[in-house]
């Protein structure tokens, strides 16, 4: 499990940008990509999720802000057979998040999470941050973004068969490729 920070400006409300950071957890096991607990495919997902937001503080004495806030981010998950006659594959991995609770956001830099693979078995991983204008993710037209909008989870007691159910959809609607949103709603 890799945790990251992005950096964003975030949009005050009197109109100026401060500085601020999404926290994602992102997950390789057994040759499925997590975000935050959710499983992504190959390609670019454009996801709505609940995650940690920190703000800085209104001065350099006072500590950082943590709260939960609504995060839509753009997503590619990229895997590349490294030989033709071996199980070596390359997962390259980038995100760009474009709103926090309905504002939008300015990034400049997209962090990449490069995974080694073997066998299902990760042989090694780093990250690093490049400009967002020369990312893989910034050259892909958004219009082929497959679009979810993901509830949280968390205390929710949904049931696993529940669960299962959920991925088998998103599934369908990846394997088939199409542009569609998905809302869902828990109670």
């Known amino acids: 499990q890799e945790t990251i920070r992005v950096n964003v400006m975030m949009l005050k409300t009197s109109g100026e940008f401060h500085k601020g950071q999404v926290v ?9 990509v997590y975000l935050n607990d959710f499983p992504m495919k190959s390609g670019v997902a454009h996801v709505t999720c609940q995650t940690i937001i920190l703000e800085n503080g209104n001065s350099d ?10 995060v839509s981010v753009r997503i ?11 199980d070596l594959q390359l ?13 939008q956001v300015q990034q400049e830099e997209v962090t990449e999470i490069d995974i080694l693979v073997k066998d299902l078995r990760v ?7 490049v400009p967002l204008k ?6 892909i037209p958004r219009d082929n973004d497959v679009l979810f909008t993901l509830p949280n989870l968390a205390g929710k007691g949904i049931s696993l068969s ?5 991925l ?20």
């Open 24 to 32: 994602f957890n992102i997950t390789y096991v057994n040759g499925q």
């Open 61 to 70: 004495n006072l500590p950082d802000q943590q709260r939960l806030g609504t």
């Open 76 to 86: 590619m998950v990229h895997e590349w057979p490294l030989a033709s006659s071996s």
């Open 91 to 103: 997962i390259v991995i980038q995100e760009e998040v474009t709103e926090i609770d309905g504002k």
């Open 123 to 129: 042989l090694r991983h780093s990250n690093y941050t």
């Open 134 to 139: 020369e990312s893989m993710l910034y050259s």
């Open 162 to 166: 529940c669960y299962k159910i959920l």
């Open 168 to 187: 088998s959809i998103v599934d369908v609607l990846l394997y088939k490729g199409e542009r569609t949103s998905l809302f869902l709603c828990f109670t």
